[in-house]
């Protein structure tokens, strides 16, 4: 059963999304499957270990609709049975300490919505509401909480709940788990005591990967509430709130940002990710003394970076070693998608140059220019071992591409060019997904070296052509389509609007132009593209767009934009066709 739009005048669509999203998940959620979606550390056995102390209680996130009233009519009228409202506190004293606003002005509530189950006790989603009609003070408040989603969570019931049996699962959650104490509270009105934690291993924020919505369901809840009746007043006072909820350490940890690249990237540079097993594996880690020796470092010096990296949730402390978390493997260099090159390379050349990211702000123009001597690209063409790398850490982004041959009608394609295409990585893909399309990857000469090997490799030397070339002059003709993938966003408006033209000269009126790139958004949502967005400053002198700053650019430069899809890892795919020539623009 799905929430329909039409009661829900008044309510955000971000929080009518959410709310749509937790009916849905709580449909097929179960016990085991909200600890392996955020106690990351446990193994299956804790796991389920775990798991048969607890039982499924709900889904919660936080709305701000203009009327609770409304709100509780809409799903009353959709058929779902909702409780009358309760005063939450835990919530409303997150909110109160979070947003600096007294906890009298916040009329936090909770509604319980049962989605019928036909074989079982309904499942339940627990509604946060806090009324902010238009105008109100507090829409500062929502429009933060929609972004940042801190109350999003998933609750676990305690059978039974003895001081002993919540001790050990709270201690084994946080000690093995990965995860860490995010506060709680007693709340009279239900005597029941919650405990929160917090997985620091997801994302910061909603950052959306899936395929044609704006997130995967489920990947904003990054915290576990444990509940447990009656009051356990002596285990609230041994689980603190996150360090984050004061404002002052919260910066303290954004200023210290640095640290953590640094530390990711020596670790990709000692190769520390290749010597420790995965979480939930057999393999015993290496005890550190053994680590050290193999790496030829200081026994200290790695026992403290290990440390850092633990909190950072990359890995887990297991026996007298670490293991590595989820985010963590993505570190060895054998992992599907690694990323290791790109810690390398934020950590190396592009971390010297955000040093100068003053001199970027205050003239516009890129600090690695300044630095270096030379743009990026000429500056690496003459430095192969970096330009190697550069390659392999655009092709590390990889997922991103996965769906995109899927979202394209080829039916009526034969020849698919892609202009600048690095590596080959994406022509890669349609040439798999597709066999009847032949490729030609248009590149810059040293690069295509490489690109030959790799193609090579695939077994698709014999339908590529490598053509070498600069777009800023010409583009090979004869394609059905042509792909754009992070090119835009390396140049200025005036120098996309050359390569766009110069598409536009070698392209056939009908023919597909595919531009793959993070889209800015407008309507708070967080998407990387904000930090990609400095990060073309500061070392491109590029930048990231809107969709509608795109769709500018190519209507100035001879062509339609059809569709966007939304892309794993924040991206978007924007289909465009060449416009006849002769037809006027839309505008
Ligand atoms: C950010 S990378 C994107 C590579 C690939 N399309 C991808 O998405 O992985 C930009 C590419 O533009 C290429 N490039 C830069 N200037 C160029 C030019 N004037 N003509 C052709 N290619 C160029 C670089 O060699 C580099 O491979």
């Not at 409304?70 to 004293?93: H, M, N, Q, Y």
């Not at 109160?96 to 309904?122: F, N, Y």
């Not at 093995?176 to 239900?190: H, I, K, S, T, Y």
Request: hydrophobic share 45%; aromatic share 6%.
């Amino acid at each position: 059963m799905e929430v329909r739009r039409g009661w829900a005048t008044g309510l955000d669509p971000v929080d009518e999304a959410l709310i749509d999203e937790s009916l849905a998940f709580v449909r097929d959620a179960d016990a085991d499957g909200v600890l392996g979606r955020l106690a990351t550390g446990l193994t299956r056995r804790q796991r389920a270990s775990v798991a048969a102390h607890c039982a499924m209680a709900h889904a919660a996130v936080l709305v701000f609709p203009a009327s609770l009233e409304r709100l509780i009519a809409g799903f009353r009228a959709e058929g779902f049975a909702v409780a009358e409202p309760v005063p939450s506190v835990v919530v409303r004293d997150r909110l109160s300490r979070r947003h600096g606003v007294a906890a009298s002005a916040l009329d936090v509530r909770i509604v319980h919505v049962h989605v019928p189950a036909p074989d079982r006790r309904p499942d339940l989603v627990e509604l946060f509401v806090l009324e902010v009609p238009p105008g109100s003070e507090l829409t500062p408040i929502a429009v933060r909480e929609r972004v940042e989603r801190n109350e999003s969570h998933l609750a676990l019931e305690v059978r039974g709940p003895d001081e002993v049996v919540l001790r050990g699962l709270r201690d084994l959650l946080v000690e093995q788990g990965g995860l860490v104490a995010d506060g709680g509270g007693f709340n009279p009105l239900e005597d029941c005591t919650v405990l929160y934690f917090l997985n620091p291993a997801s994302p910061a924020s909603p950052a959306s990967s899936g395929v044609g919505e704006r997130s995967v369901e489920g990947d904003h809840y990054r915290r576990l509430e444990l509940r447990a009746g009656g009051r356990h007043l002596d285990i609230l006072a041994e689980h603190p709130a996150r360090a984050t909820d004061d404002p002052a350490k919260r910066l303290l940890s954004l200023m210290t940002g640095a640290w953590t690249t640094q530390a990711i990237a020596v670790a990709a540079e000692l190769g520390l990710a290749d010597q420790l097993p995965a979480t939930g594996t057999p393999a015993v880690p290496v005890p550190l003394g053994e680590l050290a020796d193999r790496l030829g470092v200081d026994p200290d010096g790695l026992a403290r970076l290990l440390h850092y990296l633990a909190t950072l949730g990359l890995v887990t402390p297991s026996e007298d070693s670490y293991r590595l978390t989820e985010p963590g493997e993505l570190l060895r260099r054998d992992a599907r998608h690694s990323l290791h090159p790109l810690a390398l390379l934020y950590g190396g050349p592009f971390y010297q140059s955000f040093g100068a990211l003053a001199h970027a702000v205050r003239t516009g123009s890129e600090a690695f220019k300044k630095l270096f001597g030379q743009g990026h690209f000429d500056y690496f063409a003459e430095h192969p071992a970096l330009a190697e790398l550069f390659d392999s850490a655009m092709a590390a982004s990889a997922p991103m591409f996965e769906p995109v041959p899927g979202l394209v009608d080829l039916s009526d394609a034969r020849v698919v060019v892609d202009v600048a295409g690095g590596n080959g990585e994406l022509l890669s893909r349609f040439l798999n997904h597709a066999p009847h399309l032949r490729g030609i990857l248009f590149e810059r000469a040293h690069v295509l070296e490489r690109a030959r090997q790799r193609l090579a490799d695939a077994g698709q030397s014999e339908r590529c052509d490598l053509v070498a070339g600069d777009f800023t002059e010409n583009v090979p003709t004869g394609g059905d389509v042509y792909l754009l993938s992070r090119i835009l966003h390396d140049w200025d408006d005036e120098q996309c609007l050359t390569i766009l033209r110069r598409c536009a000269a070698g392209i056939r009126h009908g023919a597909r132009l595919l531009i793959v790139e993070r889209l800015l958004t407008t309507d708070g949502t967080s998407s990387l593209a904000a930090a990609w967005d400095l990060h073309m400053l500061c070392n491109v002198g590029g930048r990231e767009r809107t969709a509608e700053h795109y769709e500018r650019l190519l209507t100035a430069a001879g062509f339609d934009l059809v569709s966007i899809s939304d892309l794993p890892l924040d991206g978007s795919l924007l289909q465009a066709r060449r416009r006849r020539q002769g037809q006027r623009d839309p505008a």
